[in-house]
């Protein structure tokens, strides 16, 4: 079956790809003392590696299935259900591999590896919530299986 996984082409980003993401890193880094909670701001640190630039997932994804087993797979973007959740119940995270332009700093329709990587890939670190996303990928899996309604992925989103 069609897992969506694609090459993240780390090699293909550019010079002005990698500042668009250091000015959101940063930007967004400032806003979190006093309003995220502290395991993320925990997993933060650890995505902290990814500070300079754009991470490179397979680097990336070694440090956090050392933590907590989990890895992060590159997509071209949104994925359907179904392969989301297959995904999460094997502990692969799917980001998506592009960036958006620097005109496009405050506001996104659609997520891109800053909002993927810099948005959800923290709590992942955290042994508890890594457990918890596997389970629910598990659960809508099963779900699907046995009933159909896609109640939990919805639910999710
Ligand atoms: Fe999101």
Redo the contacts with the bound molecule.
């Keep these: 079956m069609n897992d969506f996984v694609i090459d993240q082409g780390f090699d293909a980003y550019t010079d002005e790809d990698h500042a668009v993401w250091r000015t959101l890193f940063e930007r967004q880094s400032k806003l979190l003392p006093g309003r995220a909670a502290p395991e993320f701001v925990d997993g933060l640190k650890a995505l902290g590696v990814a500070a300079d630039g754009i991470p490179d997932f397979e680097a990336l994804s070694d440090i956090l299935e050392a933590a907590t087993g989990w890895r992060i797979v590159a997509v071209a973007g949104l994925v359907p259900d179904d392969v989301f959740f297959r995904h999460l119940a094997n502990r692969r995270f799917p980001v998506t591999n592009w960036i958006r332009q620097r005109a496009q700093l405050d506001y996104l329709q659609e ?1 891109d590896v800053f ?2 990587c810099f ?2 890939v923290p709590m992942l670190f955290n042994p508890v919530f890594a457990d918890y996303m596997a389970a629910y990928g598990r659960g809508q899996t099963q779900a699907w299986r046995h009933r159909g309604p896609a109640l939990l992925a919805r639910l999710y989103w």
Excluded: R
Aim: net charge negative.
């Design positions: 997520p909002h993927d948005g959800h």
